[in-house]
């Protein structure tokens, strides 16, 4: 049987997760997908148990002409929303572009919030990327949630980020303070992803975070563990180098040096294959 003939055409795509972050990522060089067309698309492609499943959607396509970008991405949250930037995304597609021969192993590519530099360990799954300078620090605010006052800190790490130090984040209601903190009118109108850490041996970090966009806690976020670093840097609990824990117990590195925030993590190809939009509800021409 001729299954597009009954499905429809097929597009295909890669399955890539970044401790426990995942991502469908789609080579948008040849297929040429409008990005206007792009958040249905996401939506039901993310969709868990009706699509593929995903935090997140990555398209990968051409550069301008003479920028000096091996290529520039269109990243989108589960909900379709148009997102900055993500750190652990931005080690996914940098490992796909290198497995696809799309770039070298060291190379720039485009983000809406600037250019990133990457960093491929041809040994091993590991990929560093150098991220756009954060911005935006504030330390000691305080807002009210339900009622009673909460103490926390804020910085912009490519997409904006809340970070607040517990004692036990093991008992922490991430998905209801997160949701809370998330849509606190203090952050109104865009809202914050929401990071919850605590100090481990060593000078490690524990960390738990509610991501804006896909609007649950998820096993790690890229941009939050640099957030999350930053902050506990400036309140004396780590130094230049941390080490963060993620919920999926996965651990990504942090470097702050010399003004610039460096990534490190592992950036797995989980599976490839096909979908086919129009299962998905999508019209194709």
Not at 12 to 38: H, S
Not at 134 to 157: A, C, M, Q, W
Request: with cysteine.
């Amino acid at each position: 049987m001729d299954i597009e003939a009954v499905c429809g055409a097929s597009v295909p795509f890669y399955k890539m997760q970044g401790c426990g972050n995942d991502f469908v990522c789609v080579d948008n060089r040849a297929l040429e997908i409008d990005p206007a067309a792009m958040p249905e698309l996401v939506m039901a492609v993310c969709r868990k148990a009706f699509g593929v499943g995903a935090d997140g959607m990555i398209f990968i396509d051409h550069a301008p002409a003479g920028s000096g970008l091996a290529y520039i991405w269109h990243f989108f949250n589960a909900d379709g929303s148009r997102a900055e930037m993500c750190g652990n995304g931005s080690r996914c597609a940098a490992r796909l572009a290198w497995l696809l021969g799309i770039a070298p192993a060291r190379h720039t590519f485009g983000t809406d919030a600037g250019p990133i530099e990457a960093e491929v360990d041809e040994d091993s799954t590991q990929v560093t990327v150098l991220l756009t300078p954060p911005k935006d620090l504030r330390l000691n605010l305080e807002i009210e949630i339900e009622g009673r006052p909460f103490h926390l800190h804020s910085v912009n790490t490519g997409v904006p980020h809340v970070v607040a130090v517990m004692d036990h984040i093991e008992m922490v209601e991430v998905w209801k303070l997160g949701r809370a903190i998330r849509q606190h009118p203090a952050f109104a109108p865009a809202g914050t992803n929401a990071n919850f850490i605590s100090s481990e041996a060593h000078g490690s970090l524990s960390l738990r975070t509610y991501e804006r966009g896909v609007e649950d806690e998820t096993y790690a976020c890229g941009t939050g563990a640099v957030a999350s670093a930053i902050v506990a840097r400036e309140l004396g609990m780590t130094g230049e180098e941390t080490e963060i824990i993620t919920t999926g117990g996965e651990v990504l590195g942090v470097i702050l040096r010399d003004g610039k925030t460096y990534l490190r993590g592992a950036a797995e190809l989980v599976f490839q294959g096909v979908f086919y939009p129009q299962s998905l509800g999508i019209e194709t021409d």
